[in-house]
């Protein structure tokens, strides 16, 4: 089974155009053989859209607290989201480490949400790929301290979503060869943090300037098992790319 995130991010502006969007990825998602899609829209909007979950549709929030409840002002319960029949969570997003979440923080929100028994989809990547491969180093840190003492058993409900910043908002996505490469390298690395057999349970996600154009050649050379979609994700074409992934025997 693949996995297609849809993130949303902080659009679009009015729950109006939100339904629309919603319902165009809900239509393609009851016709799916091999997919499952999780669209994790602003939280505001989110409960909107529980009702119509299945087994190859579900939301998602794209990120969460490490704490259930308490003196927290803003932040998003995982017991909470588990309440409103929200079950999925993307953590570690580029865009939340740039407003200053460290690989520590990060640790705690991937515990305490596979604790509560969500998804999470853990984001990774380099800000910049350097020559003398120092953004492997980077890669390898992001990994080791948010997966430090996970439980096992909570494997079945961790994804890693490999977006290398640079790539993400751009024109272009990093080339399916170098996917591949870090695919390898993701896995290996998993490998040493549990076993080489668990870590290969564990998908892989590539992110960063999919589009319908590009997606099925991102999945079938990059060797990931989904992808982390974020504009194309708001458009029309978002139903192309599904397509374009399920039809990939
Ligand atoms: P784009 O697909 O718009 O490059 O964004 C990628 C991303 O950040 C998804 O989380």
Redesign the pocket.
């Known amino acids: 089974m693949r996995t297609i995130?849809a993130?949303w991010?902080m659009n679009p502006e009015t729950l109006q155009e939100a339904k629309q969007i919603w319902s165009g990825t809900k239509r393609v998602s009851a016709q799916l053989k091999r997919t499952q899609i999780i669209v994790c829209p602003p939280a505001l909007f989110a409960p909107n859209f529980t009702k119509g979950q299945h087994k190859k549709l579900q939301v998602g929030l794209q990120d969460i607290f490490h704490e259930t409840k308490g003196s927290y002002t803003g932040q998003l319960s995982p017991t909470m989201a588990r309440d409103m029949d929200i079950n999925a969570t993307?953590v570690g997003?580029?865009?939340r480490r740039k407003l200053g979440e460290t690989n520590e923080l990060i640790h705690k929100k991937v515990m305490t949400a596979l604790n509560q028994g969500m998804t999470v989809v853990l984001?990774i990547g380099e800000t910049y790929r350097d020559n003398d491969g120092a953004y492997l180093n980077v890669i390898r840190e992001q990994l080791m301290i948010a997966l430090a003492n996970i439980q096992r058993s909570s494997l079945s409900k961790l994804q890693v979503?490999y977006?290398p910043v640079w790539?993400?908002?751009?024109t272009e996505p990093m080339t399916a060869t170098d996917i591949h490469g870090m695919t390898i390298f993701i896995k290996k690395t998993l490998g040493e943090l549990f076993s080489k057999d668990l870590a290969r349970t564990i998908p892989i996600l590539y992110?960063?300037?999919?589009f319908a154009d590009n997606a099925r050649e991102i999945v079938e050379k990059g060797g990931v098992q989904g992808l982390?979609?974020?504009?194309?994700s708001l458009t029309i074409s978002f139903i192309d790319l599904i397509k374009a992934v399920d039809a990939i025997k």
Request: charged residues 20%.
């Open positions: 995130i993130n991010k993307i997003h580029s865009e984001c979503a977006e790539a993400i908002g751009a992110g960063g300037s999919v982390l979609v974020g504009r194309e």
